[in-house]
């Protein structure tokens, strides 16, 4: 399953990171506004990180979304690059992505496993994307994860 991979290759990363920077999980949670625990358990491949605190990890180790999920092996490719997270611009970007892909709410609803009126919030700009979400989107159609969150343009 892309998601079980997706966890496992992006938590490794979360503590390579981490370690790399000698820092504790406490500290990390401290930087991400979470408890240890919570941390722990995204490092322990028991949950996936919620979107908006990868941003956030990602902002602070100053690298791309692409990178944390192992979608590329470049920390940064964009000088452009703006950690705060444009809803407007990703919801834009996901209507994009569909319709250049000739899928519709329902087709994409059925590849997530989720529902249209998911998908419809998420395009509208009422909700930020999963993560799970978007990286099954960017590994199957081979796009940029930082593209699909608004993050770049």
Request: proline letters at 2%; hydrophobic letters at 40%.
């Amino acid at each position: 399953n892309e998601t079980i991979i997706m966890v496992i290759s992006m938590n490794l990363k979360l503590q390579d990171i981490r370690e790399n920077n000698e820092l504790s999980q406490k500290a990390v949670a401290d930087i991400l506004n979470v408890s240890q625990p919570t941390y722990s358990r995204w490092e322990k491949e028991i949950e996936i990180i919620p979107l908006n605190k990868l941003i956030l990890f990602a902002k602070y180790f100053n690298v791309s979304l692409d990178y944390l999920c192992n979608l590329s092996l470049i920390k940064k490719e964009n000088k452009n690059y703006n950690y705060i997270v444009n809803k407007e611009l990703s919801s834009n970007n996901i209507i994009n992505f569909r319709k250049k892909n000739n899928l519709t709410q329902k087709e994409l609803a059925i590849f997530l496993n989720t529902t249209p009126s998911t998908i419809c919030a998420y395009e509208k700009g009422k909700t930020l994307i999963l993560t799970s979400f978007a990286y099954q989107i960017c590994k199957k159609y081979n796009i940029s994860m930082d593209y699909i969150c608004g993050l770049v343009k």
